[in-house]
């Protein structure tokens, strides 16, 4: 096993962990509660030493069991603060044997308990924050978020060259799943921008990955929702960053007028990041392509938007970093309004393109304030299926059938007052599933959509087999990530 000295938080000697401010010096193998020394009623199993903390007062464990959706609570038996990845190896470990199940935990931006653990460990990444800035790369830690990496390599000029919509999650988590953003029309997800990976395994076993190394653990670990192992280290692509931004809101009568222009201008290439949103209007819908290009300026308009059709356009001009960050002012606002507090039954559709238009035109009356709440959001953007390499971003069936496009249909909703409940939203997150699903569609897994063990099977679909056997190799045991319901 490798000491990380780059992820090493405090170090501290000899340290086991802590109870409301006690030492925690063992598991009660009978009550399989942790225990000081002071409360120990018989003889413990020994925590290993760590340089980190283990967590078991009741404000952690709290925090472990809720995330952004606040819809499932699942109470761990302790939190880990890693202070090494030396930390997760040995708790990972420690937890195999004694059937202890484990989650790591980014920024619990799941909404529906994907990163909880009853009775279990929920090993928190974010002391894992290293950031070290190469020429072509950057090597960071798995709980480093996506905010804190941008803000590192735009001081040298430099960007991931993909980012999603929100850069307050973290890169293990977006990893797991696979990191969507505007940018996938020229670079693909987040996990097609991935180098290699350092990984912590089912079995306890730190173990590096690339397309090179171990390619299993490593195409089973992108998108694999943690199910082979918990990253601790990414090796992440930079690219040269623009130094600003011009955006065109180009607004669309219609679901197929929209889709057609995102499809044309993925055809054409030539703006730099390309989403769409439908947005709720009095007595009906505005359908919106959201249009970037890199430092473009007023002089470049006739050529970008002269030939196109939309029925009206806004054009603003930001820097690269405002651009980037554009969700983050959004976010205090809901915050300061209580909306970012409610519960959010989001469904990430993946829809096939040749069921776009009529899948999406068929949602509308589903689309109401009262379905998809006061702050909710509806994005519609189209992902060319070649871009998508990682096994294991699914596209629902589309790349199998060789559709060129698929399309993210994005319910974010939210719970507010004078909408559905979270039970009600998420009924109807199933009613669109079973319909997409029938026409070639999927999901994208981050929201409240429970599959059942049949469902996951067909979700992933191909690529099931080869996940079936890494997750046998590197979590025999099946300890980890069980909140996301697959094994
Ligand atoms: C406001 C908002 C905006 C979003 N925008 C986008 C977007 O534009 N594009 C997009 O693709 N997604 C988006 N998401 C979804 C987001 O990618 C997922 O929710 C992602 O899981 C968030 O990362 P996290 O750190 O919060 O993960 P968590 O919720 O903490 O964990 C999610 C799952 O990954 C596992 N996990 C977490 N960290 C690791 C790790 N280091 N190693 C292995 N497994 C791990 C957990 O066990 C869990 O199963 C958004 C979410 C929110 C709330």
């Known amino acids: 096993m490798q000491e990380h000295e780059s992820h090493a938080i405090s170090r501290r000697a000899a340290v086991t962990g802590l109870v409301a401010g ?284 002269g030939d196109l059709t939309h029925t009206s356009v806004t054009i603003d001009d930001l820097t690269y970093w405002d651009f980037a960050d554009r969700i983050g002012p959004i976010v205090d606002i809901l915050k300061a309004i209580g909306e970012w507090q409610r519960p959010h039954p989001w469904l990430d559709s993946v829809v096939a393109g040749s069921a776009v238009n009529s899948l999406v035109t068929g949602a509308l009356p589903d689309l109401t304030p009262e379905k998809i709440g006061l702050s909710g959001v509806i994005l519609l953007y189209a992902i060319p299926t070649k871009k998508v390499k990682a096994p294991l971003l699914r596209l629902g069936s589309t790349r199998e059938l060789n559709e060129k496009y698929a399309f993210l249909f994005s319910l974010l909703r939210t719970s507010s007052p004078g909408s559905l409940d979270p039970a009600a939203m998420i009924a109807l997150n199933k009613a669109f599933y079973k319909k997409n699903r029938l026409r070639g569609g999927g999901w994208y897994p981050v929201g409240s959509n429970p599959l059942s063990k049949a469902e996951w099977v067909v979700h992933f679909g191909t690529a099931y087999p080869a996940f079936l056997l890494a997750k046998a190799k590197y979590d025999p045991s099946r300890i980890l990530a069980p909140g996301q319901g697959i094994f």
């Open 22 to 305: 006690a030492l925690v010096v063992g598991l009660d193998p009978v009550t399989r509660t942790w225990a000081t020394a002071a409360h120990a009623a018989g003889p413990l199993d020994a925590v290993p030493s760590l340089d980190g903390t283990l967590r078991t007062d009741a404000a952690s464990l709290a925090a472990a069991a809720d995330d952004f959706g606040h819809i499932v609570s699942r109470t761990p038996l302790a939190v880990l603060e890693p202070g090494s990845v030396s930390d997760i190896a040995k708790m990972v470990k420690f937890c195999r044997p004694r059937g202890i199940k484990v989650a790591g935990r980014g920024q619990g931006h799941t909404t529906q308990g994907q990163a909880q653990v009853s009775g279990g460990l929920v090993i928190e990444t974010g002391p894992l924050n290293s950031i070290q800035i190469l020429s072509d790369r950057a090597v960071v830690g798995g709980g480093t978020t996506w905010s804190a990496l941008l803000q590192a390599s735009l001081a040298q000029g430099l960007t991931p060259p993909t980012l999603t919509d929100y850069l307050g999650l973290s890169v293990g988590g977006t990893l797991s799943n696979g990191g969507l953003g505007g940018q996938i029309i020229h670079h693909g997800a987040q996990v097609d921008n991935v180098l290699e990976l350092e990984v912590v395994t089912g079995k306890g076993d730190v173990l590096r990955c690339s397309p090179t190394l171990r390619k299993d653990l490593f195409d089973a670990a992108r998108s694999g929702l943690g199910q082979v192992g918990i990253i601790t280290e990414a090796v992440v692509k930079l690219v040269p960053a623009p130094a600003t931004v011009r955006r065109y809101n180009l607004f669309y009568p219609s679901v197929a007028a929209l889709t057609a222009a995102q499809r044309a201008m993925c055809e054409d290439g030539r703006f730099d990041y390309l989403e769409g949103q439908i947005g709720l209007a009095e007595g009906g819908h505005t359908f919106l392509m959201e249009a970037v290009k890199y430092n473009a300026t007023p002089a470049d308009d006739a050529a970008l938007i």
